[in-house]
């Protein structure tokens, strides 16, 4: 079974704060993503990675950024925690082998984090 | 802009019933499409993937393709009060394969 694991399953944190969030994953997957889910608001995608060190821009990747020295390891990192970024976040891994466009993407428990 | 759309419900029915879950997408060159169960203050959970058009069953799910149409669905059979959740719908993105458009999602709600 495909194991997508987050650091914290809740956190509070105040306005200004360097924010980190870890994700690991135990399926060698080349593929990892960082979303936010609001109300009303659905799934956005944040960053996106597809090897160790690259990275893509998703949807709304404003006011974060992400690191991935380790395949199995994927972090988003808030540099400055601002009360607009409280959301839960959630982590995602896929495989790019088998068959093409399957993509199937498993998510971590996801952590709540709120801003004060 | 590439979308996929779904009623927000809530969709009720009752408990053994067939509960029917639609969603329709924008961009016709996507391949791919998944269906996740989220249960409220959870995270997503991949119960159904389809390629090809047609009909693919699992248990007492079924999803439905329809590429021609732009449309997917997803069939609950002998709904159950635990079946009650958001469900959404997901389709490939056909430029970064590995990335997916989400729906907002339909909240079912199945009553005993």
Same mark, same amino acid.
């Given at each position: 079974?495909?194991?997508?694991?987050?650091?914290?399953r809740?956190?509070?944190?105040?306005?200004?704060?360097?924010?980190?969030?870890?994700?690991?994953?135990?399926?060698?997957?080349?593929?990892?993503?960082w979303?936010?889910?609001?109300?009303?608001?659905?799934?956005r995608?944040?960053y996106?990675?597809?090897?160790?060190?690259?990275?893509?821009?998703?949807?709304?990747?404003?006011?974060y950024s992400?690191?991935?020295?380790k395949?199995?390891?994927?972090?988003?990192?808030?540099?400055?925690?601002?009360?607009?970024?409280?959301?839960?976040?959630?982590?995602?891994?896929?495989?790019?082998?088998?068959?093409?466009?399957?993509?199937?993407?498993y998510?971590?428990?996801?952590?709540?984090?709120?801003?004060? | 802009?590439?979308?996929?759309? /779904?009623? $927000? +419900?809530?969709?009720?029915?009752?408990?053994?019933? =067939?509960? *029917?879950?639609?969603?329709?997408?924008?961009? &016709?060159?996507?391949?791919?499409?998944?269906?996740?169960? /989220?249960? $409220? +203050?959870?995270?997503?959970?991949?119960?159904?993937? =389809?390629? *090809?058009?047609?009909?693919?069953?699992?248990? &007492?799910?079924?999803?439905?393709?329809?590429k021609?149409? /732009?449309?997917?669905?997803?069939?609950i059979?002998?709904?159950?009060?635990?079946? *009650?959740?958001?469900?959404?719908c997901?389709?490939?993105d056909?430029?970064?394969?590995?990335?997916?458009?989400?729906?907002?999602?339909?909240?079912?709600?199945?009553?005993?």
């Amino acid at each position: 079974d495909v194991k997508v694991t987050q650091s914290s399953r809740y956190l509070v944190k105040r306005t200004g704060e360097k924010v980190f969030l870890e994700c690991v994953q135990d399926m060698d997957h080349e593929n990892m993503f960082w979303y936010r889910q609001d109300p009303g608001l659905g799934l956005r995608l944040i960053y996106f990675s597809y090897d160790v060190k690259m990275k893509e821009k998703g949807d709304i990747p404003e006011g974060y950024s992400v690191s991935r020295e380790k395949k199995e390891r994927f972090s988003l990192i808030l540099e400055s925690a601002s009360t607009n970024q409280t959301s839960m976040y959630l982590c995602a891994s896929s495989s790019s082998e088998g068959r093409k466009g399957s993509y199937e993407q498993y998510f971590g428990p996801g952590t709540r984090l709120t801003v004060t | 802009q590439k979308e996929v759309e /779904q009623n $927000s +419900g809530p969709l009720s029915v009752p408990e053994g019933a =067939i509960a *029917s879950l639609n969603c329709t997408y924008s961009d &016709r060159g996507s391949q791919s499409f998944f269906w996740y169960r /989220q249960y $409220s +203050g959870k995270s997503p959970e991949l119960i159904m993937s =389809i390629y *090809s058009n047609g009909d693919k069953e699992d248990g &007492r799910f079924t999803a439905q393709l329809n590429k021609a149409s /732009q449309y997917v669905s997803l069939l609950i059979r002998d709904s159950q009060p635990s079946d *009650s959740a958001t469900y959404l719908c997901a389709a490939g993105d056909p430029y970064y394969g590995q990335n997916f458009v989400f729906g907002p999602g339909t909240r079912l709600s199945v009553l005993p």
